[in-house]
Structure formats: C-alpha cells, structure tokens
C-alpha cells in the first residue's frame, strides 16, 4: 500500500483529498504547515507527497528544498492558476509535477500514478513511451517498430521527455540537459526542435504538449 | 535637469532682456546720482572718498544685478571719477604718477569686484538649484517606493482573495468528482460551480488588467500550442461547435506571451459558444500582416448590435439580448491583455454574418524550419 502525505493549510482540502486516496487504497497522512509538514515526512516516510505551495509560515518552495536535502520522495505541487513563475520554481527544485486548482480527481490521481512510477534508473538502455522505444545503446529510436530517423539533438530532446514520459519537463530543464554548455539563446531551437518531433511522431505516435510559460509534456497517445 | 537650464542663472547678452536694460540705465543713474553727491561733498571730502562711494556702489549693484549692467558701472564710474575728480579735473589726464596708480588699482578693482560678485552669485544659484534638483529627485524616490510598495500590497491582497475565492470552488469540484455525476442534480451543481470559477477568475483577471500588474513574457512559441492552451480550459463548451483554425501560410515560430494570448483567444472563443447556435462553426484564421499577427476569430452568430462595435469592450457591457449569465468582463480582459502586450483588438460583424474578432499584435518571427 502507497503511503501518501497531503501538506495542504486548509482543512477541507486536505479531508476531502484524504478521503479521495483513501478510496483508492491510499495510506494517508498530513500536515496543516510546513515545518510540520517536514517532520511528518521524515516519521512515516510517505512514497508520494501532495504539498500546496501557498502554505502559511514556511513556504511551499521552501518546504520542498528542505525536503530534497534529504530525500527523494516524488512530489506533487497543488496550486493556484497564474502562479507559472512559482510553478517553475518548484519544478526546478526537484517537484515532479503539479495540477491546478480547482483539479479533477481523475487528473489527480493519473499525476499521482505517474510520479509514482520508479524514476528511471540507467538499469537497462531502453526506454519505453508507448509505441515510442528508445534505444540509448545504439542512438536509435523506433515508433511502433518502424525506426524513425532522429537528428542527435532530437534524439537527445525525446530522450529527456521519454524519461519524464506524462510528467511536465521545464523548458530550463530541457535545455540544461540537450544543450548544456552553449551559450546562445536555446529557447528558439527548442521550439524548432519540437516542431521537427511532432512532425516525425505524426498524429499516431505521443504527443508533445506545451503548457505556456513551463514547458513539454509527452503525452502517450 | 538639464544643462540648458543651468546656464540660464548666467543671462548671455544679446538679445537684451527688458530687465537688464533697465539694470543699464539704473546703474547710469546710480553713478550720475552718485557723481553728482559727490561732486557737491568734493570740498570737504577730498576726490579719494568718490572712489570708495563708486567701489561701495558697484559692490551692491554685484549682488542684485547681473555681470553686464555691474561691469558697464564699474568702467563709466572708473572714467567720471577719473573726469571730475582726479585732478585735473575735466580731463582724462593725470598728473601725479600715485593718482595714477590709485586709477589703475581703482579700475581693477571695479572690475574684479563686479566679476567676482556676479560670480558668486551664479554660483549660488547653480547650487540652489542643484539642491531643488536634489529634493526633486528625493521626492521622486520617495513616490516611486510608495508607489512599489502599494503594488505589493495590492498584488498580497490579490492572491489571498484569489487563494479565499477559488479554495471553495476547488473544494466543491473535488466534493462533486467524489460524488459522481451520474446524479442530475450534482450535475447542475456542476455547471454552476464551473460558472462560479469563470467568474472568479474574470474579477480576478480584471483587476489585475487594471493594476497594470501585468508583464508580458515574450518567447518563441507556435501558434498551434497557444491555440491547444485556449482551447483546453473549455473543451466542454467548445464541443458543441466544429472549431477550425487555418493559417494563410505557415506561420513561423513566433516571439509572444503565449499565455496571455492563450487567454484571449479563450475568451473570445467561450463569448463565440456562448452567442452562436450549437452546431454551427467557428473560425480562427492566422496570418502575418508585415510585423503583426493577425489572428480573426469569427462566429456564425447573430453578429453584433449596429454601433456597438466599440462599446463592446466596456467593462460589464452587455449586449441587450445577451443570453444570461457572464459577467462582461471577457472582452473588455481581452481587449487589456492585448493592449498590454502592445497589440489590440476590433470587432465587426462579418459581411456574410456572425461576429468576426481581430487580434493584432507586433511579433518577431523566426522560421521555424
């Protein structure tokens, strides 16, 4: 059984959210504020934390840094719309995904599964998305068993979003990874690059999806 | 400010103010008067007392007048006291080599003394006015922090209301997912929260339009996402209508606030299935017009009340026979957000009918290919 800890200041919110997890044979604990928040997850040792980022006291970000000082625990965000900067923020300190408030259960619970899936580990070479395999070994890429032809930097780019495959994957986190180390403004390649991708994966294959002012999503089709 | 301002505390002779012609003749009058007093006090004074009489005079005239009207002085009083005083007198002539000496000392020091005056005196202008620039500029500082500081406190209000407004609506979408929807009245709870949202998130958005608290954050982006961004949030509206989206040609990647246009198109999208009959189509049409792009959303509705074409993006304007519900808050968000990114928007009824919206908006372009 998962066990999930909801770091959220308003009461209803977290009742209502246990109640929700508990019915999917979630074991839930939670915490009104941050510190307490901190302390919860180092006793019960959660697999999955919810944490609101407008917490009173210490802050959602902070909460989150803290947290990652010691552990690697996935984490959802829950926020407010037009909080895109703060958004970002989070996910660059290592949350792995958010949804917005007012959220729909099932798009909860399908963020939760997919954070949840273990991180990828370098055990084998392949990476799966759907029709979409990845061989790392080889530099090969193949879509429904048809090879698809990559340029390095495509390749490069569908590797980072296979790996975070259903997760939100910052622009900055794209670029750190595919064009580390070059100094001119990526953010325009990206977006050529992308467009490249989309048109090689077709209508068929997964999607790539843009959420303005974050970044990439690869949805499977 | 500027230096052009500075220099005007030292008045440039030509053209004459009317002011200084007056110094002129006032300083005549003043050495004739002068020269006349002590002509009359000559016997009981002695010549050398005119000299002093003349220094004391160009002195005061140094510290009310400007440089030309106290030089002027300094050199006709030098001359009569040379004319009338120093013997002999009525002649430019002199005699003693120590009157002599005392004519060239008086004259320098005529001279010197009315320079060094005016000087002085510009200079303490200079510095008045750089201590009236510097109040300024403190006074400047002082608005801007208030100013920064007011922001703040508008934007700390604006997120708790935000965060107290939508926690409820979030709750009860949350409540209603639990409860499922097989229920015909937690459907219309429902789609009563959902309007409840909509106009949360109108208010809010109005306000903050309005603060100006909005920056655009220009980056490269393709039409077809900002469109999958607008469309997303209201699917369940859009699914009534057939929606299509052309391009004149390609677009290239363009440079914009996907997230603000997202919003717009949004907007005018929900207004479009809000007036225009289920079933019917609405259109988006996506062009480069020089460095603009255009974007033309068009309804097949009843198009728009004649002359209102404008009105329309008053706040809370409403049309007379808008259907109930809404807030009139859309366009007028529209119409701000656009102008925000230094870009607007027009409406017209189309010629062939339905409402037709124009977005313009200034864009870099780089291809995309």
Redesign the interface.
């Known amino acids: 059984m998962s066990k999930a800890l909801i770091i959220d200041d308003?009461h209803?919110?977290r009742r209502?959210?246990r109640?929700?997890l508990e019915?999917r044979g979630y074991e839930v604990c939670e915490a009104a504020e941050g510190q307490l928040g901190l302390q919860e997850a180092a006793f019960h040792r959660p697999d999955v934390v919810l944490l609101d980022l407008?917490l009173p006291g210490l802050n959602g970000i902070e909460v989150l840094k803290r947290l990652r000082e010691w552990s690697d625990v996935p984490v959802l965000i829950l926020s407010?719309?037009?909080q895109?900067t703060i958004k970002v923020e989070a996910l660059e300190n290592g949350a792995d995904d958010y949804v917005t408030?007012?959220?729909?259960?099932?798009e909860l619970l399908a963020r939760l599964t997919v954070i949840q899936r273990r991180r990828f580990t370098r055990q084998s070479a392949e990476i799966v998305a759907g029709a979409l395999k990845l061989d790392l070994l080889h530099h090969e890429a193949s879509l429904d068993d048809a090879p698809l032809k990559l340029t390095p930097t495509e390749f490069a780019l569908l590797k980072v979003l296979a790996e975070h495959a259903g997760r939100i994957v910052t622009?900055n986190q794209i670029i750190k990874q595919v064009w580390a180390g070059q100094t001119s403004d990526p953010?325009?390649g990206?977006?050529?690059h992308?467009?490249h991708l989309r048109k090689k994966l077709g209508t068929t294959g997964p999607r790539i999806?843009?959420?303005?002012?974050i970044g990439y999503r690869l949805e499977e089709a | 400010m500027s230096a052009a301002q500075r220099t005007n505390v030292q008045p440039s002779p030509p053209p004459l103010s009317l002011a200084e012609v007056g110094q002129y003749s006032w300083g005549l009058t003043l050495v004739f008067v002068l020269a006349s007093t002590c002509w009359v006090l000559l016997p009981y004074t002695g010549y050398l007392f005119a000299a002093l009489v003349f220094l004391l005079a160009i002195v005061l005239a140094g510290t009310r007048w400007n440089r030309g009207p106290v030089l002027m002085m300094a050199v006709v009083s030098a001359l009569v006291w040379n004319y009338f005083f120093i013997p002999p007198q009525f002649t430019l002539h002199i005699d003693k080599p120590q009157d002599m000496v005392m004519f060239s000392l008086f004259f320098i020091v005529a001279l010197s003394m009315g320079h060094l005056i005016t000087r002085l005196r510009a200079r303490e202008a200079a510095l008045a006015q750089h201590h009236q620039e510097r109040e300024h500029l403190l006074e400047l500082k002082h608005r801007a922090e208030l100013l920064s500081e007011s922001e703040r406190l508008h934007r700390t209000l604006l997120d708790s209301v935000s965060h107290e407004l939508k926690t409820p609506i979030a709750i009860i979408r949350t409540a209603l997912d639990g409860l499922g929807l097989e229920n015909p009245y937690a459907r219309e709870i429902e789609t009563a929260n959902r309007r409840l949202q909509r106009i949360v998130e109108s208010f809010l958005e109005m306000t903050r339009v309005e603060s100006e608290a909005l920056e655009p954050k220009p980056d490269w982006c393709e039409i077809g996402d900002v469109l999958h961004a607008a469309t997303a949030p209201i699917q369940q509206e859009l699914a009534a209508h057939a929606l299509r989206m052309t391009c004149a040609t390609e677009l290239p990647l363009l440079k914009l606030d996907s997230r603000l246009l997202a919003q717009v198109l949004g907007n005018l999208l929900h207004n479009a299935t809000r007036y225009a009959p289920a079933g019917s189509d609405i259109e988006i049409h996506a062009a480069l017009v020089g460095d603009n792009l255009q974007l033309r959303v068009r309804d097949h509705g009843p198009g728009l009340p004649l002359g209102a074409e404008d009105q329309l993006f008053e706040k809370f304007y409403r049309t007379p026979d808008s259907p109930a519900g809404g807030t009139g808050l859309g366009l007028a968000i529209a119409r701000g957000l656009m102008r925000a990114m230094k870009g607007d928007i027009e409406a017209h009824t189309h010629p062939t009918g339905g409402a037709e919206f124009v977005l313009h908006l200034p864009v870099k372009t780089r291809s995309a290919a």
């Open positions: 308003e209803q919110m209502l959210l109640m929700v019915s407008g407010v719309r037009d895109e408030k007012p959220f729909g259960t099932a622009q953010s325009e990206l977006r050529v992308i467009n999806v843009n959420e303005p002012g």
